[in-house]
């Protein structure tokens, strides 16, 4: 959260809708960013996050640098996509080789704050462009996580799976 809330201290068009964090996240949050902060509970639950999502023009994914962080497509990004909202994150292994050329993700380099803060700016400069990958979105979600993809994957996976032989135990 550290190299969004330090991008988003740097681009004065951009308000921040921040659900969860770290109480010394949220407490850093508050003071860097005042009026084009609004907190929201720790959690809330999916009626909430929904309206939130719809509410949202852009969605923030994670921008670390960490071994988790390279390896996952963060599911809060899922949920983005899911609801029809673009969403920008950190370039990584994961979210390049998931989602790279769906038109509905931005990327910025992971944790570096100045070059996200450029990517914010420039977006905040196009709205046209957040908006025509806001109408991508859902497109995108069910081309790489809706039920029918994921029920394909598990076929998949399952038919790798080595057969069990007759009077194996279960």
Same mark, same amino acid.
């Given at each position: 959260?550290?190299?969004?809330?330090?991008?988003?201290?740097?681009?004065? %068009?951009?308000?921040?809708?921040?659900?969860?964090?770290?109480?010394?996240?949220? %407490?850093?949050?508050?003071?860097?960013?005042?009026?084009?902060?609004?907190?929201?509970p720790a959690f809330v639950d999916r009626a909430r996050l929904q309206e939130?999502?719809?509410?949202?023009?852009?969605?923030?994914?994670?921008?670390?640098?960490?071994?988790?962080?390279?390896?996952?497509?963060?599911?809060?990004?899922? /949920?983005?996509?899911?609801?029809?909202?673009?969403?920008?994150?950190?370039?990584?292994? %994961?979210?390049?080789?998931?989602?790279?050329?769906?038109?509905?993700?931005?990327?910025?380099?992971?944790?570096?704050?100045?070059?996200?803060?450029?990517?914010?700016?420039?977006?905040?400069?196009?709205?046209?462009?957040?908006?025509?990958?806001?109408?991508?979105?859902?497109?995108?979600?069910?081309? /790489?996580f809706g039920t029918e993809r994921l029920a394909v994957r598990w076929r998949?996976?399952?038919?790798?799976?080595?057969?069990?032989?007759?009077?194996?135990?279960?």
């Amino acid at each position: 959260l550290g190299t969004l809330l330090d991008a988003v201290r740097c681009v004065p %068009a951009v308000q921040l809708t921040l659900v969860g964090g770290t109480a010394a996240d949220r %407490a850093r949050a508050t003071a860097e960013l005042g009026p084009r902060l609004r907190l929201e509970p720790a959690f809330v639950d999916r009626a909430r996050l929904q309206e939130l999502l719809a509410q949202s023009q852009l969605v923030a994914g994670v921008f670390g640098s960490s071994g988790k962080a390279q390896r996952v497509v963060p599911f809060k990004l899922v /949920h983005a996509l899911a609801a029809g909202r673009p969403v920008l994150t950190a370039a990584t292994p %994961a979210v390049l080789g998931w989602l790279d050329g769906c038109g509905a993700v931005f990327t910025a380099p992971a944790g570096d704050a100045a070059q996200l803060a450029a990517r914010l700016q420039e977006l905040a400069g196009a709205p046209a462009g957040v908006e025509a990958a806001g109408a991508v979105a859902r497109a995108a979600y069910d081309r /790489h996580f809706g039920t029918e993809r994921l029920a394909v994957r598990w076929r998949e996976l399952l038919d790798r799976l080595p057969s069990p032989r007759l009077g194996d135990a279960a």
